[in-house]
Structures are given as C-alpha cells and as structure tokens.
C-alpha cells in the first residue's frame, strides 16, 4: 500500500474523504485542505480520474524531522529517485510551508532540485533537466514547523482543470469548488437546477457531468502517474474503459441559467457546446430581477459578485433587498445557496439563512448561505 494525499479547497475535506473511499481509497485521514489516504495504484488511478473534489493526488514518498535545510538536502538525497522516475524526464520542485522556521521557501527548493540533481549523477552518471512550465514530473515539498514531507504529484495538471470551460468571463470559480458546493446543496441529478449568474457556467457543466456519470479526468491527454516507472499502463487502460462505458448520452437535465451579461451567456453557451453538453441545459440572458422558478421546487445557487460587476458596496446594499423579492416571489418552496466573501449578505438580503458554511475560494475566505425560501418573509 502506497501514502497518498490529496489537497482540496478548504471546507470540502469531509466530502472529499467519502469520494476518495469510493475510489478505494483505505485509512482517509481529513486534515485542512485535504484528505490523506492509503490504497494501491488502481485506487490512485480512480481517485485521479473521478474526483470532482481534489486538486491533485500526491505520492508520498519521504517524511522526516528537520532543522534547517541541509536536513532537507540530505533526505532528498537519500531517495531512490532513479527507480521513480527515467532521467529523461524532465522535473519541477514546488514547496509549501505552514509555520517552517526557515527563512526562504525558494532555498529550500533549489536544495531538492540539488539534491535530486546529486542522486541522478552518482547512481546514472547524468541529470534530469528542470522545466518550471510542463515538466514529465512534479516534487512536491511541504514544510510543517518540524516535518519535511516529499511527495511526487500523480496527477500533472491540477485536477479542477477539466478541459471544458474554454470561454472564460472574469474570474470563474474553480471546478472542484463548484462541485463541491453542488454537494453542499444536496442538488442530485433530476432535481431542478438554476443558476442565475452563470458567468461561464462552471455549475452547470459541473452538474451535467455528474448527471451523465462522466468523469472530471475523461478529457485529459496525461496525468502524472504515467511518466513513473510504477505506471501500470493494462490497471489504467482498463478503469478508463470502465469509465467511458459508464458514461450517459447527452439529455435535458432540468438545468437552467442566465445572466444578465451578454458574454457570459455566450462563453456558458459556448463551452456546453464544446463539451457535448449543447442539450443539457438551457440558457437565456435574463436579469435576475425578471427570473421565475421553472419548477415548483428545486435549487438555486449562485456565485453573486461582490463589487466587480453589479458596482460598488452602496449600490450592492441597494440590490440585494430587492433580489430577495424576486426570491421569496418566484421561487417559494425552493432552496437557495449563495456563495459570497460579504459577510454583510444575509442582513442586507434580508433573509435568514438556515446555514452557514465557511470555505476558501483561492485566498479569500467566504461563506455558503443556504436559504430555504417561503412565500413572505423569512424573519
């Protein structure tokens, strides 16, 4: 049995343990910002393929006390780098640090680099070359205030990169932020869907994948895990056949979105058909002061600007009471989830909400307000 992590935006890690077992995962440990595990290569090659919750899925190879950065040296020295990987290859080291007493991250990585460099020519007579952009192999460091773990990334690109939303509108959510929030809601396939804002109608291919039993990973040419000598190409080849047999035909799924941007519209109409999900869904430009529920209940969610494209905080105090007349008007009987970093939301909306949930869009600390929505008011 191989060690494992795999990191996931912060609030998801419960979530993210329950999929990973799923994918045969053993031993899930969730910590924040991710889940560690235990299992073999086919649960590594799932895990890589099939979740919609992960960034990546890191190999751990080394882990070990340190004082200062010839500790580190010495400990990434003494793996046996030459049977993970060819020196053909090219690498990259990244390093993460969480309360590490020493001074420079950059050192600390150009140590590995040397390190793994130092190894390479003793045990091969020659070295790897370091490609910083699309390396066949990714080092991953992670500092703690005493530990220095070294992990190899089976995953290469990170795994919310699905290869589907090729027209973006300003700054999109995340993929595997917005599966996870999917999750959060309760939302399952046959449930009406809508999404008011859609920008680039990340929640909606999110959903209409998870409706369709199509993996997050099906559309990717490589994953990490096929540069290193423990690849075991029959054990792949086999869960991706498994997978694609899996995968439904393209069928309305009560998914409905809109936005008042033009763009938007046209980059979430855009990347559907891209996708094969052309019909999955339906899209129209609307404000959200004209929307009407398409169903008599359902779930609402919405990823809400918080200054960028309905204007600044004054006039944002002057939209949000009158969003909620459209909520409480249009939508009785259904359930509503914000995602926002304004924490003046709910008082300004005017509504209570029955939830809130803390989590990490990139840097930025934000809420999931669920709203269960009556006709008249919520106080």
């Known amino acids: 049995m191989a060690h494992f992590f795999a990191p996931c935006p912060r609030g998801l890690e419960t979530l993210l343990a329950d999929e990973l077992k799923t ?49 580190i040296y010495r400990l990434a020295f003494s793996q046996p780098w030459e049977t993970h990987f060819d020196v053909a290859c090219t690498f990259r080291v990244q390093t993460t640090a969480q309360r590490s007493p020493l001074k420079s991250v950059d050192f600390v990585t150009l140590r590995v680099k040397d390190a793994l460099c130092d190894r390479f020519r003793r045990q091969c007579g020659e070295r790897p070359d370091v490609d910083t952009r699309a390396p066949d192999v990714r080092v991953q460091v992670f ?4 530990e220095c773990a070294l992990y190899l990334d089976t995953s290469g690109a990170p795994l919310w990169q699905r290869g589907l939303r090729h027209a973006n509108v300003g700054a999109p959510l995340k993929e595997n932020l917005a599966a996870g929030i999917l999750r959060l809601s309760g939302w399952r396939p046959g449930t009406p869907l809508v999404d008011p804002m859609c920008g680039s109608g990340t929640f909606l291919l999110e959903a209409a994948c998870m409706a369709l039993s199509r993996p997050p990973g099906l559309e990717r040419t490589r994953f990490g895990f096929e540069a290193l ?48 999900l052309e019909g999955a869904a339906e899209v129209t430009e609307r404000d959200f002061f004209d ?49 926002t970093a304004d924490t003046r939301f709910p008082r300004l909306l005017r509504l209570k909400p029955s939830r809130k949930i803390p989590l990490m869009n990139g840097p930025l600390e934000c809420r999931l307000y669920e709203i269960a929505l009556v006709a008249g008011s919520n106080r």
């Open 23 to 71: 994918a045969g995962a053993r031993e899930t440990r969730g910590v924040p910002g991710g889940v560690a595990f235990t299992g073999d290569w086919a649960s590594c090659y799932r895990a890589n393929l099939h979740s919609r919750l992960a960034t990546r899925i890191l190999w751990r190879i080394a882990e070990a006390p340190y004082g200062r950065e010839e500790d």
């Open 143 to 146: 500092l703690t205030a005493r």
């Open 229 to 276: 000598k423990t690849y075991q190409r029959e054990v792949w080849q086999s869960i991706r056949h498994e997978a694609l047999g899996a995968v439904q035909e393209t069928r309305f799924l009560k998914l409905w979105a809109s936005d008042k941007d033009k763009s938007a519209v046209r980059a979430t109409r855009q990347n559907l058909r891209a996708a094969g």
């Open 291 to 339: 929307l009407a529920a398409p169903a008599e209940t359902g779930i609402l969610i919405a990823n809400p600007p918080y200054g960028e494209r309905m204007g600044e905080l004054d006039r944002l105090a002057e939209d949000y009471p009158k969003m909620s007349q459209v909520l409480k008007r249009q939508f009785p009987g259904w359930r509503a989830f914000f995602l």
